[in-house]
C-alpha cells in the first residue's frame, strides 16, 4: 500500500528545488504526495535558517502538527533544509516528535533512512556535507517539476563567509555542477512542458565548473529550442564578471533582470560585512550592464 506524504517548504527558491526533487526520490519507495496535512503518513518539513528566529518557527509548526495528529496515528516527522543542517543533533532531544532530522547535502540518503527507520525504529540525524554525492544521485532520478517555469539548481553552498550570513555553515562549501549535466536536466525538462528556467545557487554566478562559467551555461541553454526564457539567482557582485555581463548583449532568452543585492551604501559597513567589494566596484558594475 502507497504511503502519503504532506511536504512544507519555507525558504528561499533553492529549497523549492530541492523539495520538488526529494519527493522525486521519495516517490521511488512508494510515496504519493498529498495536500491535506490529515492523509499524510509522513510529514516533512524542509527549513530556512536565513530569517530571524527561524529555529523557533519550527518547533511552531511540530506543534501543530502535534494537535492535528494528536488523536490520530502519528506520521513519520521527518525536518530537512538549513535549520536541521544547524541545529541537527540539539532537534532530536529537544522534540521527541521528530523522527529524523537529514541536512541538504544528505538528500540522496533519504531513503534508505526512510527505510532504516521503519525496520529499527531508532531516530537518524544524517548532516554530512556531499554535495557532488547529492547531485550524482539526482541525476539518476529525473526531474518532474513538468511546470512552465522551472528552478534548477546549477550551483550551491558559499565561500564569501559575509559575517551576517549562515550559508557557509549550512549549505558547505562552493560546488559547481558539471555543466553537461545540468544541460541534461533542462533538456528533459523542456520535453515535459518548461519555457523558462531560473538557475539557482547561493552564489550562482560564481558557478565554475573546470573552466565553464555562468556565460557559458546561458549560452548553451540559448541552444534548447524549446527554452525561452533564462534568469538566475542570486548573484553576489564580486563574481559579476565581465563575460557574464557581455551575455546581456548577444543573448536573445537571458531577461534583463538582474539581483545584485547591493546590502549597503557605506564602505565601512560592507568592511564590516566581510562583502569584498565597494560602492564605487557596485556602481561600475552597473553601468557596465547599462
Given at each position: 500500500?502507497?504511503?502519503?506524504?504532506?511536504?512544507k517548504?519555507?525558504?528561499?527558491?533553492?529549497?523549492?528545488?530541492?523539495?520538488?526533487?526529494?519527493?522525486d526520490?521519495?516517490?521511488?519507495?512508494?510515496?504519493?504526495?498529498?495536500?491535506?496535512y490529515?492523509?499524510?503518513?509522513?510529514?516533512?518539513?524542509?527549513?530556512?535558517?536565513?530569517?530571524d528566529?527561524?529555529?523557533e518557527?519550527?518547533?511552531?509548526?511540530?506543534?501543530?502538527?502535534?494537535k492535528?495528529?494528536?488523536?490520530?496515528?502519528?506520521?513519520?516527522?521527518?525536518?530537512?533544509?538549513?535549520?536541521?543542517?544547524?541545529?541537527?543533533?540539539?532537534?532530536?532531544?529537544?522534540?521527541?516528535?521528530?523522527?529524523?532530522?537529514?541536512?541538504?547535502?544528505?538528500?540522496?540518503?533519504?531513503?534508505?533512512?526512510?527505510?532504516?527507520?521503519?525496520?529499527?525504529?531508532?531516530?537518524?540525524?544524517?548532516?554530512?556535507?556531499d554535495?557532488?554525492?547529492k547531485?550524482k544521485y539526482?541525476?539518476?532520478?529525473?526531474?518532474m517539476?513538468?511546470?512552465?517555469?522551472?528552478f534548477?539548481?546549477i550551483?550551491?553552498?558559499?565561500d564569501?563567509?559575509c559575517?551576517?550570513?549562515?550559508?557557509?555553515f549550512t549549505?558547505?562549501p562552493?560546488y559547481?555542477?558539471?555543466?553537461?549535466e545540468v544541460?541534461?536536466?533542462?533538456?528533459?525538462?523542456?520535453?515535459?512542458?518548461?519555457?523558462?528556467?531560473?538557475?539557482?545557487?547561493?552564489?550562482?554566478?560564481?558557478?565554475?565548473?573546470?573552466?565553464?562559467?555562468l556565460?557559458?551555461?546561458?549560452?548553451?541553454i540559448?541552444?534548447?529550442?524549446?527554452?525561452e526564457?533564462?534568469?538566475?539567482t542570486?548573484?553576489?557582485p564580486?563574481?559579476?564578471?565581465?563575460?557574464?555581463i557581455?551575455?546581456y548583449?548577444?543573448?536573445?532568452?537571458?531577461?534583463?533582470?538582474?539581483?545584485l543585492?547591493?546590502?549597503?551604501?557605506?564602505?565601512k559597513?560592507?568592511?564590516?560585512?566581510n562583502?569584498?567589494?565597494?560602492?564605487?566596484?557596485?556602481?561600475?558594475?552597473?553601468?557596465?550592464?547599462?
Amino acid at each position: 500500500m502507497s504511503q502519503k506524504i504532506f511536504i512544507k517548504t519555507f525558504g528561499c527558491q533553492m529549497n523549492e528545488y530541492d523539495s520538488n526533487r526529494i519527493l522525486d526520490t521519495v516517490k521511488k519507495i512508494g510515496y504519493k504526495k498529498t495536500e491535506n496535512y490529515e492523509d499524510a503518513n509522513c510529514y516533512l518539513l524542509n527549513t530556512c535558517h536565513i530569517r530571524d528566529k527561524a529555529k523557533e518557527k519550527v518547533y511552531h509548526e511540530i506543534g501543530r502538527v502535534k494537535k492535528i495528529f494528536r488523536f490520530k496515528k502519528k506520521p513519520l516527522v521527518i525536518i530537512v533544509g538549513c535549520v536541521a543542517q544547524a541545529e541537527n543533533k540539539e532537534m532530536l532531544s529537544r522534540e521527541p516528535y521528530i523522527d529524523l532530522v537529514i541536512g541538504p547535502q544528505s538528500y540522496h540518503k533519504i531513503n534508505d533512512t526512510i527505510l532504516k527507520y521503519i525496520e529499527k525504529r531508532k531516530k537518524i540525524e544524517e548532516t554530512e556535507f556531499d554535495a557532488e554525492s547529492k547531485f550524482k544521485y539526482f541525476n539518476k532520478i529525473k526531474n518532474m517539476s513538468g511546470k512552465v517555469s522551472s528552478f534548477l539548481t546549477i550551483q550551491e553552498g558559499c565561500d564569501k563567509f559575509c559575517h551576517f550570513c549562515v550559508v557557509p555553515f549550512t549549505r558547505g562549501p562552493e560546488y559547481s555542477r558539471p555543466l553537461l549535466e545540468v544541460i541534461d536536466e533542462i533538456k528533459y525538462l523542456a520535453d515535459n512542458g518548461t519555457r523558462e528556467i531560473i538557475l539557482l545557487g547561493q552564489n550562482v554566478n560564481a558557478y565554475d565548473n573546470q573552466g565553464s562559467r555562468l556565460s557559458n551555461l546561458i549560452l548553451e541553454i540559448e541552444k534548447i529550442p524549446e527554452i525561452e526564457r533564462v534568469r538566475y539567482t542570486t548573484s553576489h557582485p564580486k563574481d559579476m564578471t565581465d563575460d557574464l555581463i557581455e551575455v546581456y548583449k548577444v543573448s536573445k532568452k537571458l531577461m534583463p533582470l538582474v539581483h545584485l543585492p547591493v546590502q549597503s551604501g557605506s564602505n565601512k559597513i560592507l568592511n564590516l560585512m566581510n562583502r569584498k567589494h565597494t560602492i564605487n566596484e557596485y556602481i561600475e558594475i552597473v553601468d557596465k550592464l547599462k
